[in-house]
């Protein structure tokens, strides 16, 4: 199993979970985070005063997909995230060990 | 178990099932009165078949058992506890407890939850005195069998020993308790998974003034609240309908549960309003219907509840300080202790106008209404009419209590509370306890309207929520504060009429209000706008991508003033702020405020949101598609348009557009085309080139001219949507006309060799000015000036060059630019006499400002070193 992290930019959420439901992936979990990469803050200046957001407002993805779907996702997200402009986000691919569902105590792939 | 006790148990057990299977028969007050009733003749039947019983002797140590709580009330819903008290005259007996074997465990067997409590008449007393949680419940002690003599002693003891001395501290208790648990379990009548016991609005609220009239008049029903003069006719009547309905929901709720349970979460709630019967209707969902009843019969018990103590004198010290001691400026309306009330009613009738007045001085003196003045105007307000509408002194009554500053206590909700609002504005009708079955709106909207108004009164205050310290600064400096307020009262006001887009739906209410109120048509206007667009911001903030420009212009050009956008960002925090914590935090804040300061930017700044720069776009549209000779042809041009940007919409003529699709068309997969036209005015010729966007184009372009002897009196730039680079270089034909042609096809093929990365242009170049000619002696000795400006664009760092003509300049400054990392994005040169001011809308290869002081200082030197030194 793996897990997928993405961050994306806000608006790309909808696109992107719509992408997934394509390939008939269910569940997720997201966030709402900010930080900064590549992409840095920025300030704006108005009458006069200086507002500065030094940490760009995200979404983070989560999914734990099977070994095998997981390139199918990444790529989906990939697809739907890309504006081709800076700030579009990464994907992180994670390996996980075990993964159990807590209402019935099924174990890997079933679990998820 | 014995043969007789198994027969009670059992028919126990077949009474309650039949009457369970009545629900739907029964009015929910007789349900629960039976259900009290079938409990008794079970104890009564126990009582006498007990084996028990007799051993203890009845006369020697007189006993008796009793109810208390809801089941003394005879409020016994499905699951609800039975409480029971084993009351003893003299002493407990040792057969105390088989007595309880007998008469209690048969109904644990039954699943009933069963507390009791076996006790001596003094210990009753004792613990009561000391515990005010044991004496509660006594005070709806209700007989059921044994020795009635012994109940009637505990009800005089309790009277004599504790009420008649402790009656304030008791009292108090009750009312300290009752506020403590309304912050543990919070206001019901706001709440989506409202707590039907406990919260405000809650049976407790019912209970809290059933007891002191216990306490303070011995009453002993319900009933005589109203004898003793508590409540109303009318409000008694609309209590007990209150009360009915939540029994209703409470005893559903526990039959669908299986269990005791007192909070409506969201997995019964659809159930409840189906097994209540609710229907849809007009696009309400019945689950919505039914919990906006449950919102208003909870809101009223919870007003009736705060009035009781008001009127008892039972609230704590109001918070509030009396301003003056002064008399209120009307005549009809006095004080009376720390609230207002009416002289007379007859004075109502003459003059209805009072109606608002007792609000206003309400406002104005920081005093509330006297319950009896609440009950006045909600009697009286039938008086509203169109005329009273229509009134200037109304209107000017009502701006005063909606402009009031975020005040301790809540005008505007009042005037909701005591439905004078509604009247006034009849259209808040169809919003009044409206609630929206989702996770995100915390309250029914009527209430939400009144918490956005709030919050944004207390924006620049210590009570403002929503962090945003701009908020504050812009609030501050606002100067229609009252416009806005309209808007924020009146912006879901659209939610009353189903299946429309409420946005719009409002926008029309809102117009029909504010004229019948006398507004002027452009003050109707802007709050229309409001609340109109008043999800604008947020929509675009969270779907589109803010950091692109073009997502500031489209906005810029909807809001089109600074002033309107300073007050739709405001009533759009306030609306975050007041619709439930999902919808606001920090992140939407970030988001949000930037959004708001790139929008602020483009209006105060740019020519772009302009009324001609909206014209024109839709002018260059028509053009646009109008040469089209296909369907298909009109699709692509479609496309081709919005790849357009609003800064060549706005300065490119409208045959040179054509000329450019033309141009686009050409392209196909060369690296670029050019066209190149005579101007017949002037000697000059117009080369548009056009290619895919890439950084340096525009230097090694200006370099290619340069180096076959063709001089750029100006140019410019612009960048489509799909990376397409427009240049348009206006040119001196060269000296040489006969050969004019050769002259191009050099400059195409030197250009090509330059993109290839064939030929290194400047190297050539400086060869080229070092044999033609040194710097003219002519030209004016003033030093060049770079400046970098970060402010006029939130999207672009604009780099201005004020300097002298030489051959190579634009080369020279741009190439600069390229290998100082930055693309340009727009560019506009002009030449005048030999002073020359360039302008160049850049970012870096990443597309991103370059807005640090660092950077600034390193573009200005990179280009201060290629400029020519003055001598």
Redesign the interface.
């Known amino acids: 199993m793996k897990k997928i992290e993405a961050i994306i ?3 790309k959420l ?1 696109d992107v979970k719509e992408a997934l439901n394509e390939i008939g992936i269910q569940g997720m979990t997201i966030s ?3 930080g900064y990469g ?3 803050g ?6 006069g ?1 200086e ?1 500065v ?1 030094d ?1 760009i ?1 995200k979404i983070k993805i989560e999914i734990v997909v099977s070994s095998e779907q997981a390139d199918a996702v990444v790529e989906k997200i990939r697809d739907a995230a890309n ?1 081709g ?3 579009d986000g990464k994907i992180f691919i994670f390996a996980v060990e075990e993964a159990i569902r807590v209402r019935t105590g099924e174990k890997g792939t079933d679990a998820i | 178990m014995t043969k007789p006790y198994l027969q009670i148990s059992n028919k126990l057990k077949t009474d309650r099932e039949k009457l369970i299977a009545s629900i739907d028969r029964l009015p929910v007050i007789d349900f629960l009165q039976s259900h009290s009733l079938i409990l008794d003749s079970y104890f009564q039947q126990s009582f006498e078949e007990s084996m028990v019983g007799p051993r203890i002797g009845l006369n020697k140590n007189p006993y008796a058992i009793i109810a208390l709580g809801g089941y003394g009330r005879e409020e016994q819903c499905v699951h609800s506890d039975v409480d029971i008290l084993f009351l003893f005259k003299k002493h407990i007996p040792d057969e105390a407890v088989s007595l309880i074997q007998e008469i209690i465990y048969p109904l644990w067997d039954l699943g009933l939850q069963v507390g009791y409590a076996t006790r001596t008449l003094s210990e009753c007393i004792g613990l009561a005195r000391k515990d005010y949680e044991i004496l509660t419940p006594l005070l709806d002690a209700r007989f059921i069998c044994g020795m009635s003599l012994l109940f009637s002693e505990l009800m005089t003891a309790t009277r004599e020993k504790i009420l008649r001395k402790m009656s304030k501290k008791v009292v108090a208790w009750l009312v300290r308790t009752n506020a403590e648990r309304h912050q543990h379990f919070g206001d019901s009548t706001y709440l989506l998974e409202p707590n039907l016991k406990e919260g405000q609005g809650g049976l407790r609220d019912y209970h809290t003034m059933l007891w002191i009239g216990r306490i303070k008049m011995n009453i002993r029903q319900a009933r005589d609240l109203e004898y003793f003069g508590y409540l109303s006719h009318d409000e008694y009547l609309t209590v007990t309908e209150a009360l009915s309905f939540i029994w209703n929901v409470r005893n559903r709720l526990h039959l669908q549960a299986g269990r005791k349970i007192d909070q409506l979460y969201f997995e019964n709630q659809i159930k409840l309003a189906q097994s209540l019967n609710f229907k849809s209707t007009n696009g309400l969902q019945p689950v919505e219907k039914f919990l906006g009843t449950l919102h208003s019969k909870m809101d009223f018990m919870k007003q009736q509840h705060l009035m009781f103590l008001r009127e008892h004198a039972l609230t704590r010290k109001p918070r509030y300080k009396i301003k003056s001691k002064k008399n209120p400026g009307i005549e009809s309306i006095r004080t009376k202790g720390d609230t207002l009330e009416f002289s007379s009613s007859e004075a109502i009738l003459q003059q209805p106008g009072l109606l608002i007045n007792i609000f206003e001085e309400s406002t104005r003196m920081s005093l509330p209404l006297s319950a009896e003045a609440k009950r006045m105007v909600s009697e009286f307000s039938y008086l509203v009419n169109n005329r009273f509408r229509s009134s200037e002194t109304v209107v000017e009554s009502f701006e005063t209590v909606l402009k009031e500053p975020a005040p301790t206590f809540n005008v505007l909700r009042e005037m909701l509370n005591t439905g004078f609002l509604v009247k006034l504005i009849p259209e808040m009708k169809g919003i009044a306890n409206r609630i929206q079955y989702d996770e995100y709106h915390l309250y029914p909207v009527d209430k939400h309207l009144l918490r956005t108004v709030q919050a944004l009164k207390r924006f620049n205050s210590d009570l403002d929520e929503s962090g945003c310290s701009l908020c504050g600064k812009i609030w501050k400096g606002l100067k229609n504060r009252k416009l806005l307020l309209w808007a924020a009262l009146l912006h879901d006001i659209g939610k009353g009429e189903l299946g429309k887009d409420h946005s719009s739906a409002g926008a029309v209410i809102t117009r029909r209000i504010l004229k019948r109120f006398g507004y002027q048509p452009k003050d109707i206007d802007t709050v229309a706008f409001l609340v109109q667009e008043h999800l604008l911001l947020v929509k675009i903030a969270t779907r589109r991508d803010i950091h692109d420009e073009e997502t500031a212009i489209h906005c810029a050009r909807i809001i089109k003033k600074i002033s309107r956008l300073q007050m739709l960002y405001l009533l759009t925090v306030a609306d975050c702020v007041s619709t439930g914590p999902n919808a606001w935090n920090e992140w939407t804040a970030t988001l949000l405020r930037d959004f708001f300061l790139k929008i602020a930017n483009v209006l105060t700044k740019g020519e772009l949101a302009t009324q001609r720069a909206v014209k024109a776009s839709e002018h260059k549209k028509e053009i646009v598609l109008a040469s089209a000779t296909s369907k298909a042809g009109k699709e692509e041009l479609e496309k081709l348009y919005h790849y357009m940007s609003p800064r060549y919409l706005l300065y490119t003529p409208d045959e040179e557009i054509l000329t450019d699709i033309e141009l686009y068309r050409k392209l196909g997969d060369r690296s670029f085309v050019w066209d190149i036209s005579r101007n017949r005015m002037v000697d000059s010729r117009t080369v548009r080139i056009c290619a895919q966007d890439r950084p340096g184009l525009f230097s090694q372009i200006a370099g290619s001219f340069t180096l076959n002897n063709l001089d750029i009196l100006n140019a410019q730039i612009f960048t489509w949507r799909n990376n397409l680079a427009l240049d348009i270089f206006y040119v001196k034909p060269p000296p040489d006309k006969l050969f004019e042609k050769e002259h191009w096809e050099r400059a195409e093929r030197d250009f090509q060799k330059a993109l290839a990365g064939d030929l290194d242009l400047s190297a050539k170049l400086a060869e080229k000015i070092k044999t033609r000619r040194t710097i003219s002696p002519k030209v004016s000795k003033v030093p060049h000036r770079i400046v970098v400006d970060n402010h006029s664009s939130s999207f672009f760092t604009i780099i201005e060059v004020f300097t002298y003509d030489f051959p190579g300049l634009l080369f020279t400054v741009t190439d600069a630019l390229y290998r100082a990392g930055l693309d340009i994005w727009v560019a506009k040169i002009s030449t005048k006499v030999d002073q020359v001011v360039d302008v160049f809308y850049v970012r870096d290869f990443d597309g991103q400002k370059v807005d640090s002081e660092e950077q600034a200082d390193a573009i200005k030197a990179a280009i201060d070193a290629r400029l020519p030194k003055i001598v």
């Open positions: 930019k806000p608006f909808d709402e985070v900010k590549r992409q840095k920025h300030k704006e200046i108005y009458r005063a507002y957001v940490f407002p504006t402009k800076i700030g």
